[in-house]
């Protein structure tokens, strides 16, 4: 596969969370929440500080099945997701539970200055653990919560 359409088939896939996600409880319980947050967080650190490794850690098995490798994920990363990659500033705001599985809704600041709503799928590993199986990008014309 060309890096050209895996980087294709990654944008349609992570746009629309269907990268492995599963069904959310009926309640999520506050340690979840707390650990998908943190999840989320520590990536973007990752991604600050260009520790590819990190970043690709957080990342679910049908990501890293998408990109084998964390070199190829954060060349997604860098030329997909700018401001992911690289936020002025990050908001965190609702956590909503869909029959895909939850989903984190994070308001950025690009570094153009831009605002934007990330929308986070994350999946429940057989351990118990989180990951992230997509981000979808939405520009923030205030009317996304």
Do not use: N
């Not at 050209?4 to 929440?33: Q, V």
């Not at 957080?58 to 070199?71: N, T």
């Amino acid at each position: 596969m060309t890096s050209r359409l895996r980087h294709a088939l990654a944008i349609i896939l992570l746009a629309f969370g269907i990268a492995g996600a599963t069904p959310a409880a009926a309640e999520m319980a506050g340690a979840d929440r707390d650990s998908i947050r943190a999840i989320i967080e520590s990536q973007m650190s990752a991604f600050q500080r260009d520790d590819g490794a990190a970043a690709y850690g957080y990342a679910a098995p049908a990501i890293r099945q998408l990109f084998p490798s964390a070199d190829i994920f954060m060349e997604m990363v860098r030329t997909g997701y700018q401001p992911v990659y690289r936020p002025r500033s990050v908001t965190f705001g609702e956590l909503v539970e869909t029959p895909q599985g939850p989903e984190q809704r994070v308001f950025l600041t690009g570094p153009d200055g831009r605002s934007w709503v990330a929308i986070y799928t994350l999946e429940r590993q057989p351990d118990g653990t989180w990951k992230i199986s997509g981000c979808r990008l939405v520009k923030d014309d205030g009317s996304i919560a």
